[in-house]
């Protein structure tokens, strides 16, 4: 009954509730993000949502500050991701300010308060089927594999943290979900500003890694 009724309507009411609060504060940092990133302060990509009916993960566009500036070398190329964040960008990855406009996707409902993490779309042909089942509910601004490590955690060891979840939505599991994603960013908890590799690459590995295996166990038989 939570999580097919009363969640949705408690993410609208306290994302609502929230921005109201927050109002202030967000117009600060798109102020001082403007001035820090020269230029637009918001980063919006498309991510994978909740599915369809048809069971197609539905495409959103995220909102978040941006923390990286567009500085491009002489040849008009984006310099890497580390040149181009800046103090101004770790400061708000480090105390996690930047997810601070996804209050707007989970008012709109895109998103929920607490649900798997909407990773990028180009990661959606390297799930498994058992993976893709984080997808059978909507994204989060946190999660229970981001109260459970954050970026240390593994790629297996996160999906099957998001799958975990989806099959175990309850109040209270939100609750010890919200309190324990406060203490992590109060206490910088297993942040890091560097995140996991590309999901894509890394199944790319994976995938060479095994067929490198196959060839040798065909040579040594």
């Not at 109201?20 to 403007?34: C, D, K, S, Y």
């Amino acid at each position: 009954m939570y999580a097919k009724c009363f969640k949705r309507i408690i993410d609208f009411t306290l994302s609502l509730i929230a921005l109201a609060i927050l109002l202030p504060v967000l117009l600060l940092l798109a102020i001082i993000g403007a001035i820090a990133m020269k230029g637009n302060p918001f980063f919006v990509q498309p991510r994978p949502g909740k599915k369809d009916k048809n069971g197609k993960e539905k495409i959103f566009k995220l909102i978040k500050f941006r923390t990286m500036s567009n500085q491009k070398d002489k040849n008009g190329n984006l310099l890497p991701d580390d040149a181009r964040l800046n103090k101004y960008g770790k400061f708000l990855r480090s105390t996690s300010l930047d997810e601070l406009p996804e209050l707007l996707n989970i008012l709109k409902g895109d998103m929920a308060i607490v649900g798997p993490r909407p990773l990028l779309v180009s990661y959606l042909p390297y799930y498994t089927e058992e993976e893709r089942k984080r997808h059978d509910v909507r994204p989060g601004l946190t999660g229970l594999a981001q109260v459970s490590g954050r970026n240390t955690v593994s790629w297996e060891k996160r999906f099957e943290l998001d799958v975990e979840y989806r099959d175990n939505i309850t109040f209270m599991n939100d609750v010890k979900i919200i309190i324990n994603t406060v203490k992590a960013v109060l206490s910088h908890d297993s942040i890091e500003l560097n995140a996991l590799e590309n999901f894509d690459e890394y199944r790319k590995k994976q995938a060479d890694n095994a067929d490198t295996d196959a060839v040798v166990g065909t040579i040594q038989k």
